[in-house]
């Protein structure tokens, strides 16, 4: 999700109208809706090191189909849409953007795209782009769309969903964060808006023993296939194969499910 190397803290947080709408495609069978958790889950334990620990996927989590809250007005014809603009100086302050970031504000796009969730149903979600991939990307999210492919939540993260601690159940499909990479030596690709992470619970991040989201090593689990999960050759790795991103879950060590880079890291 962040990148190879990065020190992650997947948190819970990450994203029909009136006229009779033409059908689009059924994302996922409507069955099996299971109910968001009731209560938030709690911080997971810590290693003596400090790192969130990894632990079991809870049962209700093995096969994740989680019904999307609407945060911003889901698509009003329920045909796909997508806009690119600057940054509004709003968006600017609840992101994780600061003075000291990789990227000139003013490099960024705030880019919204149509989705369908879980549930059956469309929604609209939000990225902080890169101005150079902001367009492309919101292609790709065209083609997942079109592909019936199903995203939980798609929000910008805030300053206090990348710095809270790690609950291990976060599944929000995001693209610029303002993070460094293990041992602040470099920032992630994410850091520069030129990364986006898809389903990260479906889609974990894994190095050695460790998962990120902590509880989504039920995820790994490949030949399980699930609704959600990216696939080698599906639609999701075509669609930004198309616009020249890499994909993370090519790589060998770590493997990195739920990314997708223009640069290649
Ligand atoms: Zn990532």
């Excluded at 990894?54 to 189909?65: N, S, W």
């Excluded at 065209?142 to 993260?157: K, V």
């Excluded at 499909?173 to 389903?199: E, K, N, P």
């Amino acid at each position: 999700m962040l990148g190879r190397g990065v020190v992650l803290s997947l948190t819970a947080a990450a994203l029909a109208a009136c006229a009779p709408a033409p059908a689009a495609p059924a994302p996922v069978p409507a069955v099996a809706t299971a109910a968001p958790s009731p209560t938030p889950r709690p911080p997971l334990p810590l290693d003596g090191d400090g790192t969130p620990q990894v632990l079991p996927t809870p049962p209700d989590l093995v096969d994740r189909r989680l019904p999307t809250v609407d945060e911003l007005p889901p698509p009003a014809d329920g045909t796909f849409t997508s806009t690119v603009s600057p940054v509004p100086p709003d968006v600017l302050a609840r992101s994780t953007w600061a003075p000291q970031c990789p990227v000139a504000a003013t490099d960024l796009r705030y880019v919204t795209v149509a989705f369908h969730g879980f549930d059956g149903r469309p929604h609209t979600g939000e990225l902080l782009l890169n101005a150079s991939v902001a367009e492309k990307v919101a292609g790709a999210f065209h083609s997942l769309w079109d592909a019936g492919f199903p995203i939980e939540r798609m929000r910008i993260t805030s300053v206090a969903e990348r710095d809270a601690p790690a609950t291990g159940d976060g599944n929000t499909t995001g693209a610029f964060v303002c993070r460094a990479a293990r041992g602040l030596t470099r920032w992630s690709a994410h850091a520069y808006g030129l990364a986006v992470d898809v389903d990260p619970f479906q889609n974990p991040y894994r190095n050695g023993e460790r998962v990120l989201p902590e509880l989504a090593s039920a995820y790994l689990d490949r030949a399980n296939v699930r609704p959600g999960m990216i696939r080698p050759g599906d639609a999701a790795v075509r669609a930004f194969a198309r616009i020249g991103f890499t994909w993370g879950g090519t790589w060998r060590s770590p493997v990195d499910l739920q990314h997708f880079s223009a640069t290649g890291d």
